[in-house]
């Protein structure tokens, strides 16, 4: 049976990509943020994941304002990635896992959500600069992926809660899956930014710092916020924490932080990385 390893957050902004392409990484201003992956390599070095479900928002390379659902899964063996005009180089095309992703969409509309199924999907920046993040060196990524969008883009967004419960189904569907796999989940963006309007550059450091401190041991606290009240809290782009959202849901079982990085600004954002294991429930005894 395919078990879930546990889930890796993180950042996604456009200027890491060209960062990676510049080789800046030990730069004074990129350092504090690439060494938050030092853990993250090893990490993943000793969980082997064969496949990555990514939680992430498209920006407009796939779905358009016109066309937008507000959840998307990909049902196909290989998506690429094309030029989105922020400079950074197209990434190489990612190998999918459409068995994977077929079952996980069965399971999604069992449990009542009504998702989009796309056979042919492109994947931006919010896929490819973690997974480059993860496996660097641009090579061919040794995960296979599942990509499933959440529109943080249009109002109205889809609930914390929602994105919570969605996680929760995915996780029951890969848990449920019949072929051994090691599958791990990766929720990006965020975490407190403002792109324009008045508040441009507004960060929330007390803010984060509480959404990481709930994200792991206590998910349901962070439901109470209303998507106006997270914009307020988190800005406009903070809303991406959506992703992050869903990525902890999918964690079915005792869930740990493990590793968690903080550093502000990087291109108006606050970039932030955790690591967060997930290890079956202990067997209750019988009385
Ligand atoms: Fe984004």
């Given amino acids: 049976m395919a078990k879930i390893v546990g889930g890796v957050a993180t950042t996604h902004v456009p200027s890491i990509g060209k960062a990676i392409a510049e080789n800046k990484q030990k730069d004074p201003y990129w350092s504090p943020f690439f060494r938050g992956f030092d853990y993250v390599h090893y990490w993943l070095a000793r969980e082997k994941p064969d496949v990555a479900v990514v939680f992430y928002n498209d920006h407009g390379l796939n779905f358009f304002l016109d066309k937008l659902p507000t959840f998307a899964v990909g049902a196909a063996n290989e998506y ?6 922020w400079g950074i180089p197209v990434a190489r095309a990612v190998e999918g896992d459409a068995d994977l992703s077929w079952h996980i969409i069965n399971t999604l509309v069992a449990d009542e959500f009504d998702i989009t199924m796309c056979q042919e999907m492109l994947i931006d920046h919010a896929v490819t600069i973690p997974l480059a993040l993860m496996w660097p060196g641009g090579k061919r990524h040794p995960v296979r992926i599942v990509p499933v969008s959440i529109n943080t883009v249009q109002h109205p967004l889809p609930s914390l809660n929602r994105c919570l419960n969605l996680g929760r189904s995915v996780g029951r569907a890969i848990e449920s899956y019949a072929r051994d796999l090691r599958v791990m989940i990766i929720g990006t963006g965020g975490l407190s930014h403002q ?4 508040r441009a550059g507004f ?5 984060d710092k509480l959404c990481m401190d709930k994200l792991a ?3 349901e606290a962070l439901t109470h916020y209303s998507i106006h009240d997270w914009v307020a809290e988190a800005g406009a782009q903070g809303v991406e924490f959506l992703n992050w959202m869903a990525m902890r849901g999918a964690l079915t079982g005792q869930v740990t932080e493990v590793h968690r990085n903080y550093h502000i600004p990087i291109s108006n954002t606050a970039a932030a990385t955790m690591v967060l294991e997930n290890r079956p429930m202990p067997k209750r005894r019988a009385a």
């Fill in 80 to 85: 690429r990635n094309e030029d989105e005009g």
């Fill in 195 to 198: 792109l324009d309007g008045k």
């Fill in 203 to 207: 960060i929330n450091k007390p803010f």
């Fill in 217 to 219: 041991g206590e998910p």
